[in-house]
């Protein structure tokens, strides 16, 4: 031991300095212990670690924003869609029009009546509008979704050009949709199905028909769900990725969202019963829901990209760094021939001397 960790040891807080570094290599040594004994747990850590390496926090925020941007064209071009159907049927339109007055205040009658009247007659300015900003925010969120499952899968990302990668993302977001109208679709008619069999039966006012109904509709709605994340985990990545991979993850996905969806609904009871609640607590309920949805997205997939049986992928070789080495001109061209000139003269000048001084003795 060196004289300087000898003075520290001897000094008060040397001890306690010896104590700090022991407990934190036991711990530390236990947390590996713990990983290693628990292989669920040790998949969950890596889980959060790919989720926050590879900036998961960015990804959630950037399909949070752009889920929300996307509201308000969607109900803009849902508004036309309702206009042309208004326009064509005077009788239904003096109904809602008179529900509206009813509910709004006297003093803003006129104005709700004024409002509706406007947008009957530019319902077509209303619904072009909307879809062009639906058709920007659409793409900014299909394209945020992918690039986020496509970090969590530790792939390489390559830029195609522009005008291909827009044509490439509207064709996902266009699979997308149709999966979730045939996963919602499943379900509605699953449910449909349920209640006229039991009507058939005439078991439809018994209890026991009541719950298995509802497990029936609530197995059905995993199994869609299930199908529509296994679509989203597999084929929204940049490059494809294997279905035996990610069924786990489907699975798991489709449960967090049946769990997500029974939540929202709870709460929405709890909010129903007061009209501040409703103005308010609808929107931020709206807003938080997306939120726990595209988190829920993206861990999982960096969950599902973290197994131990998940595919590995197969990374570039690193740049090759080609360093221009400029050589100077060698001297030896020209030095030679001076040497040489410089050895000839010498040897002609030794040699004239020489055949003087023998002339001279002859002499």
Do not use: C
């Amino acid at each position: 031991m060196s004289p300087d960790a000898a003075g520290r040891l001897g000094r008060p807080g040397g001890r306690g300095l010896v104590i700090r570094v022991s407990t934190q290599q036991s711990t530390a040594s236990g947390w590996r212990r713990f990983r290693a004994r628990y292989r669920w747990f040790d998949h969950l850590v890596r889980a959060v670690d790919r989720y926050v390496d590879y900036h998961g926090y960015h990804y959630v925020a950037s399909i949070t924003y752009f889920s929300v941007f996307s509201i308000v064209p969607m109900l803009m071009v849902g508004l036309s869609i309702a206009g042309f159907v208004l326009a064509g049927q005077p009788e239904l339109l003096g109904q809602i029009t008179e529900g509206i007055l009813r509910v709004v205040p006297d003093s803003l009658g006129p104005t709700a009546r004024d409002l509706v009247t406007k947008l009957i007659e530019n319902r077509t300015q209303v619904g072009v509008f909307g879809l062009v900003i639906g058709l920007y925010s659409g793409w900014n969120w299909i394209n945020a979704l992918r690039d986020a499952l496509t970090a969590m899968w530790d792939q390489q990302r390559v830029d195609p050009p522009l005008l291909r990668m827009i044509l490439v993302d509207f064709l996902a977001l266009l699979s997308l949709v149709l999966a979730l109208i045939v996963s919602f679709g499943l379900t509605a008619v699953g449910g449909a199905l349920g209640t006229f069999l039991l009507r058939l039966t005439g078991l439809d006012h018994t209890g026991v028909a009541s719950v298995l109904l509802t497990i029936g509709s609530v197995v059905l709605a995993l199994v869609a769900n299930a199908l529509v994340f296994l679509w989203v985990l597999t084929r929204l990545p940049r490059t494809p990725v294997g279905i035996r991979s990610a069924v786990r993850g489907a699975l798991a996905a489709s449960v967090g969202f049946e769990l997500l969806k029974q939540a929202g609904s709870i709460y929405l009871r709890l909010i129903g019963n007061s009209p501040t609640g409703v103005a308010f607590g609808s929107v931020i309920g709206v807003l938080f829901f997306i939120s726990l949805v595209s988190r829920m997205v993206v861990f999982i997939t960096a969950w599902t990209a973290t197994a131990r049986d998940a595919p590995v992928p197969v990374k570039p070789p690193p740049p090759v760094i080609v360093r221009q080495v400029v050589v100077p001109p060698r001297r030896t061209a020209v030095a030679v021939p001076a040497l040489a000139g410089v050895v000839t003269g010498v040897v002609a000048t030794l040699t004239f001397l020489r055949a003087g001084r023998a002339r001279r003795r002859l002499d």
